[in-house]
């Protein structure tokens, strides 16, 4: 058996999109690692080509144990990816302490790394969206799932690992196969069901008087273009680090769902709706990803548009499925 990939959180959004780009560029000997429970996540997994598909205890379990075939290189997207988990434990050590280990057995293995650190590293954005290392230090996220993903960002810089694996902070990334998340799917997602049920998109007010209702700002990312980048760093070796992963380009939540009515050929209907309480101090107005490192690192490819994207995952996925995907 020739060397596997292993990609944990393959059942999940970006995880499924990475088995399936894989899988195009001729790549089964796949060993997926993920956690199914009881939820409909499993659907994820079909259509796909793979070796295994393995619990993540399980998987760290035989890792340490030397029972798993060669392995070239590890995409570690497995984590808790809620921005509302209150359980701080939880996501120390699913977030955490889990990618720490792994990360410690590929460095002693010569394995590639690649692993999901997030854009909700950077809090509020008050200290930029930038991703050199020298930035790190200053940054305060919002929620503890963003702390869990910087911890790490943390200990991988003080102990010099960066010039041998690789982070990406995706940025808002949205496209198909999110169907699962609930309450943390897109918005691109969330505008479609509106839409369909009510005619209506609703949208949270601002709180700020330098942002107008619907124009709070965002660097959406289509899925295809956050695949490209993961895997560029699989099949290019050299380039390490910690870099953004989105488009460079911030736009509107009211772009965004004139985007969905537009792939839908109906006109704009947006309502704006008070904000809860909860989230008015912890809420991002702008967030944009600045992507000079990614480029000089030799990712070249141009990035979709967000009309474009958000047309080609209605017509293509969502409305195709209508009826099938979780509500």
């Given amino acids: 058996m020739s060397n596997m990939i292993v990609v944990t959180g393959a059942a999940g959004f970006i995880g499924r999109n990475v088995v399936a780009e894989l899988n195009l560029r001729g790549r089964d000997d796949l060993l997926l690692v993920d956690n199914l429970g009881r939820d409909e996540k499993w659907r994820n997994l079909v259509g796909l080509h793979y070796e295994d598909i393995i619990e993540s205890q399980d998987f760290l379990a035989r890792l340490q144990a030397d029972t798993l075939p060669g392995i070239e290189g590890v995409i570690h997207l497995g984590a808790c990816s809620a921005t509302t ?84 902070k995706y940025f808002n990334v949205y496209g198909p196969y999110e169907d699962h998340k609930e309450d943390m799917r897109s918005v691109v997602h969330k505008s479609y069901q509106q839409i369909r049920n009510t005619g209506v998109v609703k ?19 289509f899925v295809k273009d956050a695949v490209a980048m993961t895997l ?29 009515f ?14 809860p309480e909860s989230l008015r101090g912890k809420y991002q107005y702008f967030t944009q990803a600045r992507m000079a490192r990614m480029r000089a690192a030799g990712y070249a490819q141009p990035f979709t548009s967000l009309e474009d994207g958000v047309r080609k995952y209605v017509t293509a996925y969502l409305d195709p499925h209508e009826g099938i995907t979780a509500a």
């Fill in 262 to 275: 537009s792939a839908l050929d109906l006109p704009p209907v947006i309502e704006f709706i008070e904000m």
């Fill in 203 to 221: 949208l949270f007010k601002s709180y700020r008087p330098e942002y107008a209702d619907g124009e709070q700002l965002r660097d959406f990312i």
């Fill in 232 to 260: 560029f760093f699989l099949e290019n070796r050299i380039p390490s680090g910690l870099f953004n992963c989105g488009t460079g380009k911030a736009r509107s939540w009211k772009d965004l769902a004139t985007a969905v």
């Fill in 85 to 168: 988990e209150r359980d701080a434990g939880f996501l120390l050590r699913n977030n955490y302490h889990y990618t720490r280990t792994l990360c410690e057995w590929t460095l002693r293995h010569k394995v590639r790394f690649i692993y999901a650190s997030s854009a909700a590293t950077y809090g509020d954005g008050s200290q930029g969206y930038d991703d050199d290392l020298a930035a790190l230090d200053r940054l305060q996220p919002l929620n503890m799932y963003g702390y869990s993903k910087h911890m790490f960002d943390l200990w991988a810089h003080r102990y010099g690992f960066f010039n041998r694996i690789v982070g990406l």
